[in-house]
């Protein structure tokens, strides 16, 4: 590959990641899911994934699992953040721009707390 | 839409769905015929003669949710608005192949957009498909597949931050690497 970036390096990594996996005890991983249909990557659902991505790498925030998936089925809510905490029920946030991604992932996923206000009810 | 980078988000979404554990992005920008060729390859389930038949009417989704299904006719017409041309080959269990083509200079085409941003989201989102993209421009290409980045990680997932700040500068460097020589000349 003509890149800068060498499998060298990604080896030194996942070192790395394994010595700090060690030293942290399983409790499961949160997954963060946001929904990547026609109606949602036109609402912003890329930007919105983007956004986690780029915190989850920024802030070396460990033990979070980021998906993304079809159509979530509830076009007029996309983008569609689902976080899913283990042992608990999944949260499904609506009309997530970047701004409110970061502020679930550090509220809900980090700290623990639902951000109630960006819930879709019902 | 407004960039190509989110229809070839979308499309490769249709490949997902379709059950596609292989996929390749490719994109070829060549200045000197003035052409933008974008390609997307799926070893998915296919669609039988009837359904491709239909695949660009706006009419027309696998989709149980909803009854109309936009993204193919939406790239369609995106390409066909720029003296360009569309077209989708598909064998069922085989795969599908969309392909647009652009007239590169057209004043009508949308910019490609946040390739790398696309890319991530796909790779990362979705790991358990091999990725492929290659890009190229006039006589410069990129190529990257997520293959070899998995077999070195072993199990470490893709979205360990340091995995993911990796792989986010692999594909920025890679397109960069690849637009730079068109800049400078």
Known sequence: ?122 | MRELALHILDIAENSISAGANKIKISIIENHRDDLLEIEIKDNGKGMDADTLANITDPFITSRTTRKVGLGIPFFKAAAETCDGTFNIHSKQGLGTKVQAVFKHSHIDRMPLGDISGTLQALIIGTPEVNWVFEYNVDEDSFVFDDEPIKETLDGVPLSEPAVMKFVREMIDEGIKGVRQKVLSE
């Open chain 1, 1 to 122: 590959m003509s890149t800068v970036k060498s499998l060298d390096d990604l080896k030194k990594i996942r070192e790395e990641a394994l010595k700090k996996q060690q030293l942290r005890e399983t409790s499961g991983k949160t997954e963060v899911i946001v929904g990547m249909g026609t109606v949602g990557i036109a609402a912003g659902a890329r930007e919105t994934l983007k956004a986690i991505m780029d915190m989850i790498a920024n802030e070396d925030l460990n033990d979070i699992i980021v998906r993304q998936t079809g159509n979530i089925g509830l076009d007029s809510y996309e983008p569609i953040v689902v976080v899913a905490v283990p042992g608990e029920d999944k949260v499904n946030y609506g009309k997530v721009n970047p701004e409110m991604a970061r502020r679930i992932i550090k509220d809900h996923v980090i700290d623990g707390k639902i951000v109630s206000e960006y819930q879709i009810q019902g």
